[in-house]
Protein backbone atom coordinates (compact mmCIF):
# COMPACT_ATOMS: atom_id res chain seq x y z
CA UNK A 1 0.00 0.00 0.00
CA UNK A 2 1.29 3.55 -1.04
CA UNK A 3 2.01 5.85 1.79
CA UNK A 4 -0.33 9.06 2.17
CA UNK A 5 -0.07 12.60 3.40
CA UNK A 6 -3.64 12.67 4.13
CA UNK A 7 -4.22 13.88 7.78
CA UNK A 8 -6.50 11.98 9.63
CA UNK A 9 -9.49 12.89 9.69
CA UNK A 10 -10.37 12.23 13.18
CA UNK A 11 -8.15 15.21 13.98
CA UNK A 12 -10.63 17.67 12.25
CA UNK A 13 -8.31 19.20 9.48
CA UNK A 14 -8.55 19.21 6.09
CA UNK A 15 -7.34 16.03 3.97
CA UNK A 16 -5.56 16.85 1.15
CA UNK A 17 -5.21 15.65 -2.23
CA UNK A 18 -1.41 13.95 -2.68
CA UNK A 19 0.04 14.17 -6.49
CA UNK A 20 -0.35 11.38 -8.78
CA UNK A 21 1.80 8.32 -9.16
CA UNK A 22 3.22 7.40 -12.54
CA UNK A 23 1.00 4.21 -12.53
CA UNK A 24 -2.30 3.06 -11.12
CA UNK A 25 0.13 -0.55 -10.37
CA UNK A 26 3.33 -0.73 -9.30
CA UNK A 27 5.82 -2.82 -8.65
CA UNK A 28 2.43 -5.48 -8.68
CA UNK A 29 0.92 -3.71 -6.18
CA UNK A 30 -1.93 -0.66 -6.08
CA UNK A 31 -1.03 2.71 -5.18
CA UNK A 32 -3.99 3.23 -2.71
CA UNK A 33 -4.17 6.76 -1.97
CA UNK A 34 -6.39 9.74 -3.33
CA UNK A 35 -4.90 11.82 -5.90
CA UNK A 36 -5.27 16.12 -7.11
CA UNK A 37 -4.43 14.48 -11.01
CA UNK A 38 -4.61 12.50 -13.75
CA UNK A 39 -2.83 8.69 -13.43
CA UNK A 40 -1.01 8.25 -16.67
CA UNK A 41 -1.23 4.73 -16.86
CA UNK A 42 -4.64 2.88 -15.97
CA UNK A 43 -3.31 -0.91 -15.94
CA UNK A 44 -5.01 -2.87 -13.10
CA UNK A 45 -4.33 -6.33 -14.51
CA UNK A 46 -0.84 -5.50 -13.96
CA UNK A 47 -1.62 -6.59 -10.31
CA UNK A 48 0.64 -8.91 -8.87
CA UNK A 49 -0.59 -12.56 -9.76
CA UNK A 50 -1.40 -11.72 -12.87
CA UNK A 51 2.07 -12.60 -14.72
CA UNK A 52 4.54 -15.66 -14.49
CA UNK A 53 2.67 -19.03 -15.51
CA UNK A 54 -1.07 -19.07 -16.54
CA UNK A 55 -0.73 -15.47 -16.28
CA UNK A 56 -3.10 -14.78 -19.59
CA UNK A 57 -5.42 -16.63 -17.88
CA UNK A 58 -5.69 -14.70 -14.35
CA UNK A 59 -5.42 -11.81 -16.13
CA UNK A 60 -8.74 -12.53 -18.45
CA UNK A 61 -10.33 -13.75 -14.94
CA UNK A 62 -9.30 -10.28 -13.49
CA UNK A 63 -11.00 -8.83 -16.39
CA UNK A 64 -13.85 -10.34 -16.78
CA UNK A 65 -14.50 -8.89 -13.30
CA UNK A 66 -13.61 -5.09 -13.65
CA UNK A 67 -16.42 -3.06 -13.83
CA UNK A 68 -15.62 0.04 -16.23
CA UNK A 69 -17.29 2.99 -17.35
CA UNK A 70 -16.84 6.42 -18.53
CA UNK A 71 -19.65 8.05 -17.81
CA UNK A 72 -20.82 12.43 -17.69
CA UNK A 73 -23.93 14.37 -16.47
CA UNK A 74 -24.00 18.16 -18.10
CA UNK A 75 -26.60 20.74 -18.91
CA UNK A 76 -27.89 23.86 -17.64
CA UNK A 77 -29.98 25.48 -15.52
CA UNK A 78 -32.95 23.93 -17.19
CA UNK A 79 -31.74 20.67 -18.54
CA UNK A 80 -29.81 17.87 -17.20
CA UNK A 81 -28.07 14.99 -19.09
CA UNK A 82 -26.25 12.02 -18.02
CA UNK A 83 -24.45 9.88 -20.47
CA UNK A 84 -22.64 6.55 -20.38
CA UNK A 85 -20.46 3.85 -22.22
CA UNK A 86 -20.84 1.01 -19.71
CA UNK A 87 -19.52 -2.22 -19.67
CA UNK A 88 -20.30 -4.92 -17.08
CA UNK A 89 -18.49 -7.51 -19.04
CA UNK A 90 -21.80 -9.81 -19.38
CA UNK A 91 -23.91 -7.23 -20.51
CA UNK A 92 -22.81 -3.48 -21.83
CA UNK A 93 -25.08 -0.48 -21.90
CA UNK A 94 -25.07 3.05 -23.79
CA UNK A 95 -27.25 5.46 -22.43
CA UNK A 96 -28.00 9.02 -22.87
CA UNK A 97 -30.79 10.50 -20.60
CA UNK A 98 -32.42 14.24 -20.56
CA UNK A 99 -34.45 15.54 -18.32
CA UNK A 100 -36.01 18.67 -18.03
CA UNK A 101 -35.66 20.17 -14.44
CA UNK A 102 -39.13 21.40 -14.11
CA UNK A 103 -41.51 19.79 -15.61
CA UNK A 104 -39.69 16.56 -14.71
CA UNK A 105 -39.93 15.41 -18.82
CA UNK A 106 -37.55 12.96 -19.07
CA UNK A 107 -36.53 11.30 -22.77
CA UNK A 108 -34.49 7.91 -22.61
CA UNK A 109 -32.48 6.83 -25.23
CA UNK A 110 -30.55 3.47 -24.10
CA UNK A 111 -29.71 -0.02 -25.17
CA UNK A 112 -27.86 -2.74 -23.53
CA UNK A 113 -25.43 -4.29 -25.85
CA UNK A 114 -23.39 -6.95 -26.09
CA UNK A 115 -19.93 -6.03 -24.51
CA UNK A 116 -18.01 -6.33 -27.41
CA UNK A 117 -19.88 -3.23 -29.15
CA UNK A 118 -18.40 -0.75 -26.96
CA UNK A 119 -14.66 0.50 -25.69
CA UNK A 120 -14.30 1.86 -22.41
CA UNK A 121 -10.95 3.71 -22.39
CA UNK A 122 -7.92 2.85 -19.74
CA UNK A 123 -6.35 6.20 -18.90
CA UNK A 124 -7.90 10.08 -20.42
CA UNK A 125 -4.60 11.30 -22.69
CA UNK A 126 -5.23 10.65 -26.30
CA UNK A 127 -7.90 8.12 -25.70
CA UNK A 128 -12.09 7.45 -26.52
CA UNK A 129 -14.60 5.17 -24.74
CA UNK A 130 -17.66 4.64 -27.62
CA UNK A 131 -20.48 2.78 -28.79
CA UNK A 132 -22.56 1.80 -31.46
CA UNK A 133 -25.42 -0.35 -32.47
CA UNK A 134 -28.45 -0.45 -34.40
CA UNK A 135 -31.23 1.60 -32.85
CA UNK A 136 -34.02 -0.29 -31.59
CA UNK A 137 -35.99 -1.06 -34.56
CA UNK A 138 -33.20 -0.89 -36.93
CA UNK A 139 -33.85 2.72 -38.51
CA UNK A 140 -30.14 4.23 -38.32
CA UNK A 141 -27.68 3.79 -34.97
CA UNK A 142 -27.14 5.01 -31.32
CA UNK A 143 -23.75 5.98 -31.09
CA UNK A 144 -21.80 7.74 -27.31
CA UNK A 145 -18.36 8.52 -27.73
CA UNK A 146 -16.20 10.76 -25.33
CA UNK A 147 -12.57 11.99 -26.40
CA UNK A 148 -9.97 12.30 -23.73
CA UNK A 149 -7.53 15.01 -24.43
CA UNK A 150 -6.97 15.85 -20.67
CA UNK A 151 -3.51 17.44 -21.11
CA UNK A 152 -4.74 19.88 -23.86
CA UNK A 153 -7.92 20.58 -21.58
CA UNK A 154 -10.34 19.29 -23.12
CA UNK A 155 -13.01 16.58 -23.03
CA UNK A 156 -15.54 16.02 -25.58
CA UNK A 157 -18.88 14.39 -25.99
CA UNK A 158 -20.61 13.22 -29.16
CA UNK A 159 -23.79 11.14 -28.91
CA UNK A 160 -26.87 10.52 -31.65
CA UNK A 161 -29.96 8.51 -32.29
CA UNK A 162 -32.62 8.52 -34.83
CA UNK A 163 -35.33 8.56 -32.65
CA UNK A 164 -38.18 6.23 -32.50
CA UNK A 165 -42.02 6.36 -34.05
CA UNK A 166 -44.82 5.21 -31.86
CA UNK A 167 -44.60 1.14 -31.91
CA UNK A 168 -46.99 0.47 -29.19
CA UNK A 169 -43.72 1.55 -26.67
CA UNK A 170 -44.18 5.00 -27.42
CA UNK A 171 -42.14 7.64 -29.31
CA UNK A 172 -39.04 8.88 -28.94
CA UNK A 173 -37.36 11.98 -30.43
CA UNK A 174 -34.34 12.35 -32.49
CA UNK A 175 -31.34 12.78 -30.46
CA UNK A 176 -27.98 15.54 -31.28
CA UNK A 177 -25.58 16.15 -28.42
CA UNK A 178 -22.40 17.67 -29.16
CA UNK A 179 -19.72 19.47 -27.42
CA UNK A 180 -16.61 20.41 -25.02
CA UNK A 181 -15.92 20.31 -21.37
CA UNK A 182 -12.94 22.59 -20.70
CA UNK A 183 -10.66 20.29 -18.22
CA UNK A 184 -7.54 22.60 -17.69
CA UNK A 185 -6.56 23.59 -14.26
CA UNK A 186 -7.41 27.19 -15.23
CA UNK A 187 -10.86 25.88 -15.40
CA UNK A 188 -11.83 22.49 -13.59
CA UNK A 189 -9.88 20.19 -10.67
CA UNK A 190 -9.61 16.79 -10.83
CA UNK A 191 -9.88 14.17 -7.87
CA UNK A 192 -8.68 10.83 -8.61
CA UNK A 193 -9.04 7.67 -6.44
CA UNK A 194 -7.72 4.51 -5.96
CA UNK A 195 -9.03 2.86 -3.13
CA UNK A 196 -9.17 -0.75 -1.82
CA UNK A 197 -11.89 -3.44 -1.84
CA UNK A 198 -9.02 -5.61 -0.46
CA UNK A 199 -5.26 -5.85 -1.13
CA UNK A 200 -5.44 -6.61 -4.43
CA UNK A 201 -8.84 -5.35 -5.47
CA UNK A 202 -9.70 -1.83 -6.16
CA UNK A 203 -11.49 1.24 -7.22
CA UNK A 204 -10.20 3.45 -8.97
CA UNK A 205 -12.23 6.86 -10.39
CA UNK A 206 -11.27 10.24 -11.83
CA UNK A 207 -14.30 12.62 -11.42
CA UNK A 208 -13.82 16.48 -12.43
CA UNK A 209 -16.25 18.99 -12.57
CA UNK A 210 -15.75 21.54 -15.43
CA UNK A 211 -17.40 24.55 -17.93
CA UNK A 212 -19.06 22.89 -20.73
CA UNK A 213 -20.27 24.31 -24.00
CA UNK A 214 -22.41 22.84 -26.78
CA UNK A 215 -25.90 21.78 -28.28
CA UNK A 216 -28.59 19.53 -27.18
CA UNK A 217 -31.20 18.44 -30.03
CA UNK A 218 -33.94 16.88 -28.79
CA UNK A 219 -36.54 16.24 -31.78
CA UNK A 220 -37.08 19.76 -33.56
CA UNK A 221 -36.22 21.67 -30.53
CA UNK A 222 -32.61 22.90 -30.26
CA UNK A 223 -30.81 23.56 -26.61
CA UNK A 224 -27.77 25.89 -26.62
CA UNK A 225 -25.61 24.69 -24.01
CA UNK A 226 -23.17 28.00 -23.47
CA UNK A 227 -20.39 27.96 -21.01
CA UNK A 228 -20.77 30.53 -18.77
CA UNK A 229 -24.15 28.79 -17.60
CA UNK A 230 -23.38 25.31 -18.18
CA UNK A 231 -21.68 22.61 -16.72
CA UNK A 232 -20.34 18.83 -17.08
CA UNK A 233 -19.32 16.08 -15.02
CA UNK A 234 -16.51 13.14 -16.09
CA UNK A 235 -16.80 10.11 -13.99
CA UNK A 236 -13.82 7.84 -15.45
CA UNK A 237 -14.86 4.61 -13.39
CA UNK A 238 -12.56 0.86 -13.26
CA UNK A 239 -13.57 -1.24 -9.90
CA UNK A 240 -12.82 -4.90 -9.62
CA UNK A 241 -16.08 -5.00 -6.98
CA UNK A 242 -17.09 -7.89 -4.85
CA UNK A 243 -20.12 -9.67 -5.43
CA UNK A 244 -22.84 -8.35 -5.56
CA UNK A 245 -21.88 -5.05 -6.17
CA UNK A 246 -23.50 -2.35 -3.91
CA UNK A 247 -23.47 1.87 -3.05
CA UNK A 248 -25.17 4.34 -2.61
CA UNK A 249 -24.21 8.11 -4.40
CA UNK A 250 -25.71 11.21 -5.17
CA UNK A 251 -24.11 14.37 -7.12
CA UNK A 252 -25.49 17.63 -8.11
CA UNK A 253 -23.42 20.71 -9.72
CA UNK A 254 -24.21 24.01 -11.15
CA UNK A 255 -22.27 26.99 -12.85
CA UNK A 256 -22.49 30.12 -11.14
CA UNK A 257 -21.19 32.01 -13.84
CA UNK A 258 -17.57 34.21 -13.28
CA UNK A 259 -14.55 33.61 -11.88
CA UNK A 260 -13.49 31.98 -8.99
CA UNK A 261 -13.97 34.53 -6.58
CA UNK A 262 -14.88 32.99 -3.79
CA UNK A 263 -16.46 31.20 -1.09
CA UNK A 264 -20.20 33.23 -0.93
CA UNK A 265 -19.49 35.24 -4.23
CA UNK A 266 -21.55 35.60 -7.12
CA UNK A 267 -18.89 34.27 -9.57
CA UNK A 268 -17.75 30.83 -8.40
CA UNK A 269 -17.69 29.27 -11.58
CA UNK A 270 -18.95 25.78 -11.01
CA UNK A 271 -19.85 24.31 -7.48
CA UNK A 272 -20.54 20.81 -7.00
CA UNK A 273 -19.94 17.39 -4.72
CA UNK A 274 -20.36 13.81 -5.00
CA UNK A 275 -21.22 11.61 -1.78
CA UNK A 276 -20.87 8.26 -1.95
CA UNK A 277 -21.31 4.95 0.55
CA UNK A 278 -19.78 1.75 -1.18
CA UNK A 279 -17.97 -0.71 -0.04
CA UNK A 280 -13.98 0.37 0.11
CA UNK A 281 -12.19 -0.42 3.27
CA UNK A 282 -11.52 2.18 5.78
CA UNK A 283 -14.31 4.48 4.43
CA UNK A 284 -13.21 7.52 7.01
CA UNK A 285 -9.92 7.43 4.98
CA UNK A 286 -10.76 6.31 1.98
CA UNK A 287 -13.60 8.25 0.12
CA UNK A 288 -14.82 9.85 -2.68
CA UNK A 289 -16.68 12.54 -1.24
CA UNK A 290 -15.92 15.85 -1.66
CA UNK A 291 -16.77 19.18 -3.12
CA UNK A 292 -15.63 21.32 -6.17
CA UNK A 293 -16.15 25.30 -6.08
CA UNK A 294 -14.36 26.73 -8.88
CA UNK A 295 -10.96 24.94 -9.38
CA UNK A 296 -10.31 23.44 -5.79
CA UNK A 297 -11.39 20.53 -4.16
CA UNK A 298 -12.58 20.00 -0.87
CA UNK A 299 -12.13 16.62 0.69
CA UNK A 300 -15.22 15.48 3.20
CA UNK A 301 -15.22 12.59 5.58
CA UNK A 302 -17.69 9.23 5.24
CA UNK A 303 -21.16 9.14 4.84
CA UNK A 304 -24.23 7.07 5.15
CA UNK A 305 -27.63 7.51 3.21
CA UNK A 306 -31.13 7.11 5.36
CA UNK A 307 -34.47 6.33 2.78
CA UNK A 308 -36.80 6.60 5.67
CA UNK A 309 -39.75 6.80 2.83
CA UNK A 310 -37.71 4.22 0.49
CA UNK A 311 -35.62 5.21 -2.49
CA UNK A 312 -38.76 7.32 -4.48
CA UNK A 313 -39.30 9.43 -0.82
CA UNK A 314 -36.75 11.67 0.27
CA UNK A 315 -33.07 10.74 1.06
CA UNK A 316 -30.66 11.90 3.80
CA UNK A 317 -26.95 11.68 3.48
CA UNK A 318 -25.92 12.40 6.51
CA UNK A 319 -21.55 12.31 8.28
CA UNK A 320 -21.06 8.47 8.65
CA UNK A 321 -19.39 9.04 12.47
CA UNK A 322 -21.11 11.72 14.55
CA UNK A 323 -18.20 14.28 15.37
CA UNK A 324 -15.82 12.98 12.77
CA UNK A 325 -13.57 15.98 11.47
CA UNK A 326 -13.15 16.96 7.66
CA UNK A 327 -16.78 18.83 7.50
CA UNK A 328 -19.78 18.08 7.99
CA UNK A 329 -22.65 17.11 5.88
CA UNK A 330 -26.41 17.20 6.34
CA UNK A 331 -27.92 16.42 2.76
CA UNK A 332 -31.17 16.27 1.40
CA UNK A 333 -32.44 14.51 -1.93
CA UNK A 334 -35.85 14.85 -2.84
CA UNK A 335 -36.44 12.55 -6.45
CA UNK A 336 -39.36 13.67 -8.98
CA UNK A 337 -38.12 11.90 -11.74
CA UNK A 338 -37.91 7.77 -11.64
CA UNK A 339 -35.57 6.26 -13.48
CA UNK A 340 -34.32 2.37 -12.51
CA UNK A 341 -33.30 -0.63 -14.42
CA UNK A 342 -33.31 -4.42 -13.10
CA UNK A 343 -32.16 -7.37 -14.74
CA UNK A 344 -33.28 -11.19 -13.46
CA UNK A 345 -36.30 -13.01 -12.43
CA UNK A 346 -37.37 -10.24 -8.66
CA UNK A 347 -34.46 -8.43 -9.51
CA UNK A 348 -32.09 -11.23 -9.08
CA UNK A 349 -29.30 -10.09 -11.49
CA UNK A 350 -29.44 -5.81 -11.07
CA UNK A 351 -31.73 -3.83 -8.66
CA UNK A 352 -30.78 -0.33 -10.15
CA UNK A 353 -32.16 2.87 -8.93
CA UNK A 354 -31.57 5.99 -10.11
CA UNK A 355 -33.64 9.29 -9.58
CA UNK A 356 -33.25 12.60 -10.31
CA UNK A 357 -34.30 15.63 -8.18
CA UNK A 358 -33.69 18.37 -6.00
CA UNK A 359 -31.23 19.03 -3.38
CA UNK A 360 -31.69 20.37 0.01
CA UNK A 361 -29.18 21.16 3.11
CA UNK A 362 -25.84 22.30 3.69
CA UNK A 363 -22.54 21.15 3.68
CA UNK A 364 -19.58 22.48 5.58
CA UNK A 365 -16.13 22.00 4.55
CA UNK A 366 -13.07 21.39 7.02
CA UNK A 367 -11.75 24.71 6.35
CA UNK A 368 -15.30 26.16 7.57
CA UNK A 369 -16.91 27.07 3.82
CA UNK A 370 -20.68 26.36 3.69
CA UNK A 371 -21.91 25.28 0.50
CA UNK A 372 -26.10 25.47 1.14
CA UNK A 373 -27.93 23.46 -1.44
CA UNK A 374 -31.00 24.74 -2.33
CA UNK A 375 -31.64 25.02 -5.71
CA UNK A 376 -29.27 22.14 -6.58
CA UNK A 377 -30.26 19.36 -9.17
CA UNK A 378 -28.98 15.77 -10.12
CA UNK A 379 -29.07 12.28 -9.43
CA UNK A 380 -28.84 9.80 -7.27
CA UNK A 381 -28.27 6.06 -7.10
CA UNK A 382 -29.31 2.85 -5.14
CA UNK A 383 -27.45 0.02 -6.80
CA UNK A 384 -27.40 -3.64 -6.05
CA UNK A 385 -25.63 -6.14 -9.15
CA UNK A 386 -24.66 -9.64 -9.42
CA UNK A 387 -23.71 -9.11 -13.46
Not at 66 to 80: H, I, S, T, V
Not at 159 to 173: E, Q, T, V, Y
Not at 364 to 373: D, H, M, R, S
Amino acid sequence: MSTSAETDPRAGHARRLDPPPTALVEDGRYRFGSYDGPIALINPLDVAGTSGWGARVRRAARDLRMKEWEAFQLGNDEWFVLGAVYNAKLIALLQVLAVHKQTGRIHRWEKKVPPTEVSVARGLDGTRSHGRTKAPGGEGEFSVAIGNDVSEGRLTVDASHPGRADRGSGSLPALELHGVGDCGPQQAAHQVICHPFSHDRALYSDKVMMPFAGTLRIGDELIELEQQSSFMILDDHHGEYPSPMVYDWVTGIRNEGGADDGPGSDGRGIVGFNLTDNQVRAPERFNENAVWIGTRVHRLPAVHFERPDDVHGRWRVRNAAAGAGGGRIDVGFTPTVRSEMHVGPRHALAEYYAPYGWFDGSITTAEGLVIELDGFFGVGEQKHMRL
